[in-house]
């Protein structure tokens, strides 16, 4: 059992998106954080500078389009979560943790958009 609250973590992302805060988000993940995203082809972004290269464009996007909670639960090892950017598109993330209670990786990819690209996540 972690001895810190995953779910809060989330939680705090999901602030941090809603409110384009790109300080704070960076601040949840490990400083070997990584993001896989599969929304438009597979790429991955590793380390702060390369997180701030792939969450700063879509910080505005999430902020303007409106950013919305459509499910979240824990996974097998982790937290899973599904959000929709302007109430209609979906994507789901699975995100992982180090020890130290910061987010060592994400997975994102399109939800029930089948083939489409997602482009937002």
Known sequence: MRDFDQMGIIVDWMDACR??????????????????????????????????TYWGPKLSAFSS???????????????????SIAGALRVRASFRFSAEGKIHSTLCEPAQQ????????
């Open 19 to 52: 409110k384009g805060d790109l300080a704070t988000l960076l601040d949840l993940y490990a400083d070997d954080g990584k993001v896989e995203c599969s929304c438009n082809g597979t790429h991955l972004y590793r380390g702060r500078h390369e997180l701030e």
């Open 114 to 121: 089948g083939a489409h690209d997602c482009a937002a996540c």
């Open 65 to 83: 389009a409106g950013f919305g909670l459509e499910e979240i639960h824990p996974g097998q090892n982790g937290i899973d979560l599904e959000y």
